[in-house]
């Protein structure tokens, strides 16, 4: 399979991978500009399984395929294989092992567009070009930069390459919030995991890589706390749960969380809830005279 731009081997007699060769040599205008639109496909319509049926494929040049309809499943070296849907984009860069198209049950439509050039080559080597899934929406987002590559004049060469360049931007932009959510994410998942730990603001943000005043903003506008607050409502929400077993003692669940006796304990817990530890587990567990009563809900830390 073949064009005037990309040969295809022959997955029948190349073995695998299959390599897809960009033969056309890039224009003098585009080399230039050091970005080239090798080529465009609006409104492709693979059939349904093709998943199945795509070998393990290498581009030379990069490729972003915008899955706007039908359903897929994709699979990237070192990433292993997802299912995807309408509005996800599949970034390839060069030399990656990739395989996606249509899942067993869907067909894989989309809006795809290949490229070039020294300036693709140093985004990717800032690593702002990276292979993977992005969640980009269903609006079509392609057809307008495909619309103006196919002229050849200068100045729509020009806005073709800006558009282009501004969707790599927004990719690059909407992995960096997604891999914020990952981190904080993580964070918390580590706090939940050493209840007994009191965590530090300089230690959370040594862990995600951020200044102190940077991790207390990201971590608000993730939980709606600063750091130190949800530390300890995580401690005393998880304490007044254990609070209602009458099988362990005050003293050990104030220091399974991390208190440093069972009076600083009590006197942190009666703040938020307005019940002493002991009064709160008489007037809420599940023995006889706390049956039927609802705890209160824990109000922000102070």
């Known amino acids: 399979m073949s064009n005037s731009k990309i040969l295809i081997d022959d997955p029948r007699t190349s073995g695998r991978p299959v390599i897809h060769h960009l033969i056309a040599r890039m224009p003098?205008?585009?080399k230039r500009y050091g970005l080239w639109?090798?080529?465009t496909t609006l409104g492709l319509r693979a059939s349904v399984g093709g998943f199945e049926?795509?070998?393990e494929?290498?581009?030379e040049f990069y490729s972003l395929s915008h899955l706007y309809d039908g359903g897929g499943t994709v699979w990237i070296e070192g990433q292993g294989k997802r299912n995807v849907e309408p509005g996800s984009l599949i970034l390839i860069t060069p030399g990656t092992l990739n395989r996606y198209g249509g899942s067993a049950d869907l067909p894989y439509v989309e809006d795809a567009i290949r490229f070039c050039g020294p300036v693709a080559d140093r985004l990717a080597d800032s690593g702002i070009l990276v292979s993977g899934v992005y969640e980009l929406g269903t609006v079509r987002r392609i057809p307008p930069i495909a619309d103006l590559a196919s002229d050849p004049g200068r100045d729509a060469q020009i806005r073709a390459n800006m558009q282009l360049q501004n969707l790599l931007a927004e990719l690059y932009f909407r992995r960096r919030e997604m891999s914020q959510s990952n981190r904080m994410e993580e964070l918390i998942r580590m706090i939940h995991s050493d209840p007994r730990h009191w965590w530090t603001v300089s230690e959370l943000a040594e862990l995600a890589s951020l200044s102190d005043e940077a991790l207390r903003r990201r971590f608000l506008d993730y939980t709606g706390l600063l750091p130190k607050t949800y530390?300890?409502?995580f401690k005393l929400r998880s304490a007044a749960e254990?609070?209602?077993s009458r099988d362990v003692s005050i003293r050990k669940i104030?220091?399974?969380f991390g208190y440093r006796d069972v009076y600083h304990f009590s006197r942190r817990f009666k703040l938020k809830t307005g019940f002493s530890p002991d009064s709160y587990r008489r007037h809420f567990s599940t023995g006889e005279s706390?049956?039927?009563r609802t705890p209160p809900r824990l109000p922000p830390a102070v």
């Open 231 to 233: 530390v300890e409502e």
């Open 290 to 292: 706390g049956k039927g």
């Open 57 to 59: 494929r290498k581009f």
């Open 53 to 55: 049926n795509c070998p």
């Open 37 to 39: 639109i090798i080529n």
């Open 28 to 30: 003098e205008f585009q």
């Open 242 to 244: 254990q609070l209602l």
């Open 254 to 256: 104030a220091d399974q």
